[in-house]
């Protein structure tokens, strides 16, 4: 009689059988670390990376005010201020939105930061910058801007 079935050869394929699931989903554990969203979600390198530490928003000290050149096309100098993260020490640079608003700040000021919006990247024609001002001495930049409410003088 001759055998009908093609007879497996040794390291063909996945292992099969009662006791294969612990190997299977060993591999599977170790396999999942050469997939690159994974690696970048787990590894926790990001978050090092990242000036906030995984935060939205962060409180800085004004250490001085910067223009900022924009990018081919345009030709203007966008309004910019490296801020010193009190958390953490590390100085970022952050966009002052709204025209004359950069009027509002002071040096050793205290503001708050948040992202610009494309996830850790620099937004539009301002290279290197990845932060935006929110507030200035606990008051919204945008309620100074429209001359709703007026920054303490200390």
């Known amino acids: 009689f001759r055998r009908t079935t093609r007879r497996k050869t040794m390291g063909a394929g996945k292992p099969h059988g009662l006791h294969a699931g612990r190997k299977l989903q060993k591999h599977h554990c170790v396999q ?40 081919q096309p345009n030709s203007a100098v966008r309004k910019c201020v490296r801020v010193q993260l009190v958390k953490n020490g590390k100085k970022i640079g952050a966009f002052v939105p709204c025209d004359g608003c950069l009027n509002f700040i002071d040096d050793n000021d205290e503001v708050l930061v948040s992202g610009f919006g494309r996830r850790g990247h620099a937004k539009g024609d301002i ?18 801007f429209l001359h709703k409410k007026e920054k303490i003088r200390s």
């Open 127 to 144: 290279p290197g910058i990845r932060f935006k001002v929110v507030k200035v001495a606990g008051i919204s930049l945008k309620a100074l």
């Open 32 to 71: 999942r670390w050469h997939d690159k969203e994974y690696k970048k979600h787990h590894f926790g390198a990001a978050l090092k990376a990242n000036p906030f530490m995984g935060a939205s928003f962060a409180k800085g000290i004004v250490v001085d005010k910067v223009g900022v050149e924009a990018k």
